[in-house]
């Protein structure tokens, strides 16, 4: 029996092993969480070699042959055996508890040197404000994609407009829920530059799957230089801006081939632009429900890019319509 | 039986018997035949009475689809269950008339179509619970075939996002409301009055009622595909709030259909209660109950504490959608995490009363397959109620990342964790059993031992779910998918088929194809490890749980789950049509095929129409294998003995 044992732990390791079973880990509190996760993984894996090696053992050795009509031992339990089984479980599950305690505590940690971004969800888009960074004139830097600072701590304010959804970037390991009404909280400190996805975890309506944008991890050089190109981008003002700001704001549900998007959330930009003046384009995007695709459910778009973006950003952008729509024809 | 009777004239009054009604008068009796008029009447009623108010009350429009729903929902099942003949007794005691004799006629199914009235017969009811709930597992199961398909290939290819979410949403409720919590009511409908030597349910006419409320209950959530604008509720099963407030009118169906399966549950719950505390055989003590009926005992009463808050739940998402209240609306005062709260403080020990069943159907086939006493009876039957309460303890594990009050984070994890404890004496004593047994390798024991090792791994994923920093992780993601089918499709379902086939000979008096079940299990077993065990890594790398559309780097393995699942959903078929051949021309089942011990198999199969003829004497444990003259009960003054059970006469038909 302890042959089979060891066989189920040997290839129980193989797979725990071999197997790359979570992403990179591009977090500080990445490390911490795989540290927990290996930790449960180990003593999981210890467990079902337990089980699976009396279970084949005892499948095996203790059949009965055809037509046998025998019962077998009258055991009827063994209270040195149950108290076994009780406490060492016991130990385990506390010894679990114990370390995860101990590593959420370090992982939600919030240093007193950190930066802070907000996060508003809303169906089916991110938006990342970053209190402090002036874009223009008493208007504060936001973005449709999260750009941070390599080794800087970010403490997360996160919040809804519309129903539930999450935060998740699976590089980073945190998760939190974003919920109307309330204001939530992370930390994330980002060890290692690269382009990660940003996901909605949280089923929130017919956009959810593609309630997607990327989380950028850049060094404090690029980060800045990133800043001066929104500053720039925001005060050209025109179409110049239109596209990136079409790729941020638009893009994770409507497709335009100009821009390179393929979401299918809502109407195909390229089929139902063509043809349509600045006034239409510009009330289609301020008041999304006046007038709705065939085939679209009022209520999906958010209602208040209005607010959102400036006046020049608005411009920028319907121009940007007017001329690219219909280019992938 | 006849001692039955008596006692019942002699303490009621009664009017003389009804005559057999005849003409028009055939209209007005309990049946069919009144369903066809007074459904569609009490669906005029509703109409009538939804716009009426309105109109009264000078709403426009007079027609709004939301209010005419919840109407209908509410009178017309009322009308049907009236119609069926849920009410006629009751009916006839509130209105001051002399109630009618119990003839019982309600009693015994001597045609097919004494399946389809209400009947208070426990074995009858029994039987309809199993057959509605396969019918409502085969039509939950082609919607996770359609999802399957969806999900072959990133990108939207058979149905649009709305139709999907609609899918796994119907799919879940499906599964969890109309399958696996009513289909062990059903088994233990039939098998818990047998067990403990009683003639019937300690209230039969609750029974048949709580039965007819069920396939009400389903084909409303059915037909919500059919409601339009939006089609099906498509906010997921947990249907959060505010998402659910804000969806299509197809919600309401959830909602309402929810309050009729919770009734059903009630009911059933109350009854098992009632029957398992009064109505034991004498000699039957608690310590000598089958764990089966320990195990109905710790559920039953989980849920008649816990089901009402579901109920809440709903109902106030249904006030917050037709009445306005704003209970989970932040803009209204409301607090959208509260919904969460009520919601899993039942959702979660629903998970126990989708499991606790199964633990006591597991252990009575392992036990006399392995043809060995359970090993620690009592720390089993202890460790039961250990889980029962425990898990009013644990709801928010599911909720570590939803943004509640951080500190409760710690206390919710350290008691999901720790109800691992008592689920692992469980699963050890269960391996125990088998040491130094005789292992007959049924089909019924197939699907046992299959439970067991589904579960240990379902369990395992629980503990990762369990530590706090794991979960903020994992929560949300496919991992979650795989853990809760790990536990309730290799944990639950493999219970359900095992007591399907462990008492198939005892409800049908046929024996099914040995053959053939035992190429269910090993196609189910493959299918679905090949299926959902690719799900935990796809979760950790980073696919979130109910989309449609997803990153093509998980393109390859999407790809293989679809394909597994398709094998796993044909495996069904084998089982449908295993059950209806051998239901038809299987070979004629002795009493005791399985040389069991319990009292269900120490008469005719299927059993007498009330059950014992004479009432057994328990005179000691159920499970006492191999110990020579030791015995559970006397019957017809002869003693019941493992391996040697008397094989008593075709009782009275």
Known sequence: MTLVGLAAGAVLAAVAIFIPWLPDEASREAGLIDNAFWLVTIICAAVFAVVAGVSVYAV????????????????????????????????????????????????????????????????????????????????????????????????????????????????????????????????????????????????????????????RVLTAAQFDRWVEEQRRLAAEGASAGGMELFAQQCGSCHTLADAGTSAQTGPDLDSVLPGQSAEEIRESIVEPDAEVSQGFQPGVMPGNFGEELSEQQLDGLVEYLRESAGGGE | MAVDVREHEEHVAHAPPPRRRTGIRRFTGPGWLRVLWLVPLSFGIATGFATGARAALGYEPVWNLQVLIVAWTIIVPLGFLTAIGGFDYWARYVSGRPTLPEDHSGHGAYSWKDYFRVNTDHKVIGIQYVVTTIFFFVAAGLMAMFMRAELAQPGTQFVDTNTFNGLFSVHASLMIFLFIIPAFAGLGNYVIPLMIGAPDMAFPRLNALSYWLLPIAGLMMMSSYLVP??????????????????????????????????????????????????????????WRMPLLVWANFATSTLVVVATPFIAGSQFFIMFDRVLHTGFFEPGKGGDVIAYQHIFWFYSHPAVYIMMLPGFGIASEVISVFARKPIFGYRLMALSLMAILILGFSVWAHHMFVSGMATWLRIPMMVTTLVIAVPTGIKVFSW??????????????????????????????????????????????????????????????????????????????????????????????????????????????????????????AFGNWNLAISLASFALGASTLVFLYNMIVSWRRGARAPANPWRALTLEWQVSSPPPVFNFDEIPQVVGSPYEYGVRGARHAVMNGKPVEAGRAPERVEAMH
């Open chain 1, 60 to 215: 095996y050795k203790f059949r009965a042959p055809p037509g046998d009509l025998e019962d077998g031992s009258p055991i009827h339990g063994h209270t040195g055996l149950e108290i076994v089984w009780t406490v060492v479980p016991i130990a385990l599950v506390v010894a679990i508890a114990v370390y995860s305690g101990v590593a959420l505590g370090q992982a939600e940690e919030i240093p007193e040197d950190h930066t802070v971004i907000e996060i508003r969800a809303q169906q089916f888009a991110w938006n990342f404000t970053y209190p402090g960074i002036e874009l223009q004139e008493g208007r504060q830097l936001s973005s449709g994609e999260l750009v941070m600072r390599i080794d800087d701590p970010v403490e997360f304010r996160i919040t809804a407009e519309d129903v539930i959804h999450s935060f998740w970037v699976p590089e980073f390991r945190m998760k939190q829920d974003a919920v109307p009404g309330i204001t939530t909280r992370t930390v994330v400190t980002p060890t290692k530059l690269g382009t990660y996805p940003v996901i909605c975890a949280e089923l929130c309506g017919l956009g959810h799957p593609t309630m997607r944008s990327q989380a």
């Open chain 2, 229 to 286: 604008d939006g089609g099906a509720f498509a906010a997921g099963w947990t249907n959060y709030a505010p998402l659910s407030v804000e969806q299509p009118a197809g919600n309401l169906m959830f909602q309402m259909g929810v309050q009729w399966a919770g009734a059903s549950s009630i009911m059933t719950a109350l009854n098992f209660l009632v029957t398992i505390i009064t109505m034991r055989a004498p000699g039957m003590s608690f």
């Open chain 2, 431 to 552: 391996l125990a059993t088998l040491w130094e047994g005789r292992l007959h390798f049924k089909t019924p024991m197939l699907f046992a031992l299959g439970f067991v090792s589904m579960f240990v791994i379902g369990g395992l994923s629980g503990i990762y779910l369990g530590s706090v920093p794991v979960d903020i992780h994992a929560s949300d993601t496919y991992f979650v998918v795989a853990h809760i089918h790990y536990v309730l499709f290799g944990g639950s379902l493999f219970t359900v088929f095992a007591g399907i086939y462990y008492w198939f000979p005892k409800m049908t008096g046929r024996m099914y194809d040995e053959r053939l079940g035992k190429i269910h299990f090993w196609m189910t077993f493959v299918g679905f490890n090949v299926t959902f065990f690719p799900m935990h890594w796809v979760g950790l790398q980073g696919m979130p749980r109910r989309v449609a559309d997803y990153d093509p």
